[in-house]
């Protein structure tokens, strides 16, 4: 199991964190300070996501599984009862506004991100696209095309980074930058500095410190057990001519003295 739970995906209303599992192996569960239980809710099997974000008086629900697999589906949840699912109803003018529902991936590809950033719920879809959640109720609730080609690969490989969204590619790292809350989208190599370093990566976890600046990159598949550290006040619109004329890379490589010298994690968090 790869257990996971943060402020994003915990209900206020509820009083509890809602733990999902990366490897999909435990059911969603919750923790409310004392008690670590299951998620109580409506449907006929037991529930399984990879990922889990409250936004909208509701909980999104990516990568899931309630009786059989459905990798592709995003569940959304009643809104102001993040416990009444439904694996049945897609979002139409049948449905009240404050129906649950379900959507399915555009290419029918595994979600394998799950993400908040400019006001706006972003979902990466393995070796596919990333899409944005459209509408505002279970009557018109819609996933549309950001950005073609543009998945995230690995199951932590896309992270909001305060004004922007880096996204871990095959061999590169990619700036999503937002205009007008992702009416109009441009990509930018943020990797170029190290790109001869990084071709042969393959999967990333990306985590980001709101303090420091500071992105944290590691690799999964490909690289030599180093971590990469994106120094983002030198890659920030301010800067980044400084960083063009003179040469001036924001990225660092970190490795370590202990053990092997392999930065080797099994899961990281920003905590606060």
Known sequence: SRLR?????????????????????????TWNGTTFADLSHNLGAPLKAKYCIVHEERAFFGNVESGSPTPHVLLGSKRSDVETLTVTDRPSSALSEEDPFFLAMHDLRPINGLLMAFGLLCISSEDGEINKLSGGSAKDFSLDSLFEDSAAVGDEAIAYVGNDVLIGRHGKIESLGAIEAFGDVATDDVSRWIANLIKDIRRWTI????????????????????????????????????????????????KTDYGDGAFVKTASFYIR
């Open 5 to 29: 739970g943060d402020r994003r995906s915990t209900s206020i209303l509820d009083e509890y964190v809602i733990v999902t599992d990366i490897a999909r192996q435990e059911t969603v569960k």
């Open 207 to 254: 985590k980001y410190d709101a303090r420091l600046h500071r992105a944290y990159l590691w690799p999964e598949l490909g690289g030599n057990g180093e971590l990469y550290v994106l120094e983002k006040s030198l890659f920030d619109p301010l800067h980044r001519q400084a960083t063009r004329v003179l040469g001036v890379s924001p990225w660092s490589i970190w």
